[in-house]
T-cell receptor
Framework: AQSVSQHNHHVILSEAASLELGCNYS??????LFWYVQYPGQHLQLLLK??????LVKGIKGFEAEFIKSKFSFNLRKPSVQWSDTAEYFC????????????FGGGTRVLVKP | KAGVTQTPRYLIKTRGQQVTLSCSPI?????VSWYQQTPGQGLQFLFE???????NKGNFPGRFSGRQFSNSRSEMNVSTLELGDSALYLC??????????????FGQGTRLTVV
């Protein structure tokens, strides 16, 4: 079945470490790509999005993501994490091939130890 | 600017009952979408509305229904509740026609527990 996969369910790292979260999708054709974040006790909010153009997208709070079409991937990165980056991160994809709806990956819980 | 408001925040219902959840979008947003979030299945799309019309529906049984009013407020209804319907129900609003191609602003959700 077509889907959005996030390979890591849980990630634990120390402050100042680099973070990379993987996201792969299986839809062909044109896709819109998103990363959403849910901080503890807060609502889901958009980190960044890609629709077209430069495949390296910069978002809020120092996050960036790279769209690699040949690999059907949209990995999220941050060079140096802070304790406040502790959250659950969701990759999401929308496309006509995906049924014209926003499809989310399973999420990755990130714990940053101070 | 007020965010997306979902009411109630918490709800406990008995199997077989029905429930109605409400969502008030951000002012000026005309698109509303609903998602079910569970530990096992993650975030799953329920339906999306724009200008009172359902644009799309996810793979949920007919017990799940929704509607949107002329003021863009939306409700979703679940009839004949089952234990498996226990979940966090999230509503999101978007300024464009769809959350597919624009930012979705999410509410805090309604936590439904079916006993």
């Amino acid at each position: 079945a077509q889907s959005v996969s996030q390979h890591n369910h849980h990630v634990i790292l120390s402050e100042a470490a680099s973070l990379e979260l993987g996201c792969n999708y299986s839809y062909g054709g044109t896709v819109n790509l998103f990363w959403y974040v849910q901080y503890p006790g807060q609502h889901l909010q958009l980190l960044l999005k890609y629709f077209s153009g430069d495949p390296l997208v910069k978002g809020i709070k120092g996050f960036e993501a790279e769209f690699i079409k040949s690999k059907f991937s949209f990995n999220l990165r941050k060079p140096s994490v802070q304790w406040s980056d502790t959250a659950e991160y969701f990759c999401a994809v929308s496309s006509k091939a995906a049924g014209n709806k926003l499809t989310f990956g399973g999420g990755t819980r990130v714990l940053v130890k101070p | 600017k007020a965010g997306v408001t979902q009411t109630p925040r918490y709800l406990i219902k008995t199997r077989g009952q029905q429930v109605t959840l409400s969502c008030s979008p951000i002012s000026g947003h005309r698109s509303v979408s609903w998602y079910q979030q569970t530990p096992g299945q993650g975030l799953q799309f329920l339906f999306e509305y724009f200008s009172e019309t359902q644009r799309n529906k996810g793979n949920f049984p007919g017990r799940f229904s929704g509607r949107q009013f002329s003021n863009s407020r939306s409700e979703m209804n679940v009839s004949t509740l089952e234990l498996g319907d226990s979940a966090l129900y999230l509503c999101a609003s978007s300024v464009g026609r769809s959350a597919m191609n624009t930012e979705a602003f999410f509410g805090q959700g309604t936590r439904l527990t079916v006993v």
